[in-house]
């Protein structure tokens, strides 16, 4: 059973205003008869018009960059380093290139699987070095979620990727609660040096 997922038109709208608002929000992944969870903790923005650190910088149209022309909220998944996958849902109207990369969750639901897929044992067995890093990176809440480039291109509204407001939405329980009010913090984009002047923008939204 699916939850009821956040509406298209939450990502059909100003790409920064939406990685602001992604933050507390829950991602979850469906595969195998699996559900995990997690609440959006860092995200930074990527647009493609006038950007660029962005892959589709001047509307630039390749194979690798059609994701981002497609429908609100469709997923981007690309590889780093030739080993991580980085997930981004696709912002603004179609055709219009741009999207917000998922930097950092807080693990919620299914937390021993997730901690299998990071470093194969289960959650109480990890060390206080990879609880500290757990699924703070990119590639590391891909690894930990499963996300990889089956999901590239994958449609909103699909099951088995879905951002919800809440736990309860995504058809879950949650005994830990939202925390209340966000305290966001607002900084530059990692990773980004060679994108001259647009790198100091600030565009890196963390909790």
């Not at 998922?102 to 044992?121: K, P, Q, S, T």
């Not at 919800?164 to 925390?179: N, Q, T, V």
Request: charged share 25%; with cysteine; aromatic share 10%.
């Amino acid at each position: 059973m699916t939850g009821r997922m956040l509406p298209q038109s939450f990502f059909d709208r100003d790409t920064v205003t939406t990685a602001r608002d992604l933050l507390g929000k829950y991602l979850v992944r469906r595969y195998d008869g699996l559900v995990l969870a997690a609440r959006i903790t860092e995200t930074e923005a990527y647009i493609g018009r006038m950007d660029r650190a962005c892959h589709a910088y001047n509307y630039r149209r390749t194979a690798r960059t059609e994701p981002l022309f497609a429908p609100p909220g469709t997923a981007y998944v690309y590889l780093i380093y030739g080993m991580y996958h980085c997930l981004n849902l696709v912002t603004e109207g179609e055709g219009e290139p741009a999207a917000v990369l998922i930097r950092g969750v807080e693990a919620r639901h299914g937390l021993d699987i997730i901690a299998e897929n990071r470093f194969h044992c289960k959650a109480a067995a990890m060390t206080a070095g990879q609880r500290k890093n757990f699924l703070n990176g990119p590639g590391k809440v891909c690894a930990g979620l499963n996300i990889d480039r089956r999901l590239n291109g994958l449609p909103w509204g699909s099951k088995e990727l879905e951002v919800c407001a809440s736990l309860a939405e995504a058809g879950l329980a949650d005994p830990a609660g939202d925390g209340g009010p966000l305290d966001i913090r607002v900084g530059t984009r990692v990773g980004v040096d060679y994108a001259g002047e647009d790198a100091r923008l600030p565009w890196r939204f963390w909790i």
